[in-house]
């Protein structure tokens, strides 16, 4: 550590990853000093604009002076890059998702108890203003034991922006099942109940015509249903259907409880109780909305992205550390909510049959899960029987490199087991 305890973090990734670039600052006891992308041009622009080191290459990158790694590179690399930094003795926060596949998962939970060092999912969606209230409730026991939930994490972008962001046939955002993004839905019910998934059943939407100004070739649409480990019924929805929706919904034992819908990115940002007429808690009303106050640090929520995720995340992974332990968002519940959404998919391919989904605390669950399996490979496959048809290719100058960079990761996931690492070298994206 710097000198005061401060921690010295590294960011991988220069698109999302300028969030933690900013958000890892002395508030939360941090302090930035590398950066690292294979896009050379914008890591060199951002670097500059931070004052930090940089690097191309992320072995170089890993022995710079750091304690901990904050990766936000593609979607489906993280886990052999969260492996390698905790082997170097690195803690190490993470973008969603953690793994791709079930055998990822158990490589990352090894890894980890194996390194003695911290681990976070940076899930920032349960840290908004009303999902810690309504966690509030629910732990203070107003709507009694949850029976069922909703969670809706459905994000459509135009044509032109989802261009931008997803830059090549092969990036993942434009071949990745909609249920694999389900942690924006999942993660907020899951920290609210204190739950997990124990099966999953998934259900896709197809609608190619959405998908026609773009070169997205994967469904827009899903529902994943979630019995818990209570034994409740979580419906998870997503992800670009038209008609944005972020919101979730609790009925419980003794009343439900929800954000309100309405327009903006969260809606109105309120959280409404209610109960029966016949059921009202001694010293509760009938029914109550109303827009909640942040528990603490408001200031420095309020001035930080998606409704303030983005600083608790930061402020739950430098806590940790400090105490030398592991923060709620632990890898056990970052693997097994990813993994519920890489099971969907192969529900989905189904049509809705159940899939258990392990509990990766047990070394026997799992040996018998490690299963290796991703849908990228099927994708792939799918993608060339079409002959590659399905819009323009929005790839331009040097981010063409990012599909190539998929491309590599999909052949040695098809080749490769648990434990291979990947990595990625070199080339300018
Ligand atoms: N939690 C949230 O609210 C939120 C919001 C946006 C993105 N994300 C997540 O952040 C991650 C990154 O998304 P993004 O929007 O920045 O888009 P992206 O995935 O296209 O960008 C990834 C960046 O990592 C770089 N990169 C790829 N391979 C690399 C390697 N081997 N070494 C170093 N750098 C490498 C790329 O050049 C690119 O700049 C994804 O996992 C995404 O799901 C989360």
């Known amino acids: 550590m710097g000198s005061n305890g401060t921690i010295r973090v590294g960011v991988v990734g220069v698109g999302r990853g300028q969030s933690f670039a900013r958000g890892a600052g002395p508030s939360v006891g941090m302090e930035l000093v590398a950066l690292c992308d294979t896009w050379e041009s914008r890591l060199k622009e951002v670097g500059a604009s931070f004052g930090v080191a940089t690097y191309s290459d992320y072995d170089r990158f890993l022995e710079h002076d750091l304690d901990a790694v904050i990766l936000a590179n593609y979607f489906h690399q993280h886990a052999p890059f969260a492996i390698q930094a905790l082997a170097a003795g690195k803690h190490v926060m993470s973008e969603t998702s953690a793994n791709k596949t079930l055998a990822e998962a158990v490589a990352l939970c090894r890894a980890v108890e194996a390194s003695g060092c911290t681990y976070m999912l940076a899930e920032n969606y349960p840290y908004t203003a009303f999902n810690q209230e309504l966690a509030r409730l629910y732990r203070e026991g107003e709507i009694g034991r949850v029976l069922y939930a909703e969670g809706e994490y459905n994000h459509p972008m135009s044509p032109e922006d989802r261009m931008r962001i997803s830059p090549g046939r092969n990036h993942w955002r434009n071949v990745l099942p909609s249920t694999y993004y389900c942690t924006h839905a999942l993660a907020p019910l899951m920290c609210i109940t204190d739950t997990r998934p124990v099966t999953v059943n998934g259900l896709s939407s197809a609608g190619q015509e959405i998908n026609r100004h773009t070169v997205r070739t994967r469904d827009p649409g899903s529902v994943?249903?979630?019995?818990?480990?209570?034994?409740?019924?979580?419906?998870?929805?997503?992800?670009?259907?038209?008609?944005?929706?972020?919101?979730?919904?609790?009925?419980?034992t003794r009343g439900a409880m929800e954000i309100t819908r309405g327009a903006g990115y969260f809606g109105p940002g309120e959280v409404r109780v209610w109960?029966?007429?016949?059921?009202?808690?001694?010293?509760?009303?009938?029914?109550?909305?109303?827009?909640?106050?942040?528990?603490?640090?408001?200031?420095?929520?309020?001035?930080?992205?998606?409704?303030?995720?983005?600083?608790?995340?930061?402020?739950?992974?430098?806590?940790?550390?400090?105490?030398?332990g592991q923060p709620y968002l632990d890898v056990y519940r970052g693997v097994t909510m990813s993994s519920a959404g890489i099971l969907a998919w192969k529900s989905a391919l189904e049509d809705g049959r159940p899939f258990e989904v392990p509990d990766f605390r047990d070394e026997a669950a799992r040996a018998r899960r490690g299963a290796f399996w991703a849908a990228w490979s099927r994708a792939r496959r799918i993608w060339s029987m079409r002959g590659g048809s399905g819009g323009r290719v929005g790839m331009r100058g040097s981010r063409r490199q990012a599909g190539r960079t998929d491309t590599r990761a999909c052949r040695t996931h098809r080749s490769g087991g648990a434990s291979r690492r990947i990595r990625p070298r070199g080339g300018t994206p």
């Open 224 to 252: 994943i249903l979630c019995r818990m480990d209570n034994g409740a019924v979580f419906r998870i929805m997503g992800l670009g259907l038209p008609g944005h929706s972020n919101w979730y919904r609790l009925h419980g």
């Open 275 to 324: 109960h029966e007429p016949w059921d009202v808690p001694e010293g509760t009303e009938l029914e109550r909305t109303y827009v909640p106050d942040w528990p603490e640090h408001g200031d420095l929520a309020r001035a930080a992205g998606h409704g303030g995720g983005d600083f608790w995340t930061c402020f739950h992974f430098a806590n940790a550390i400090h105490a030398g």
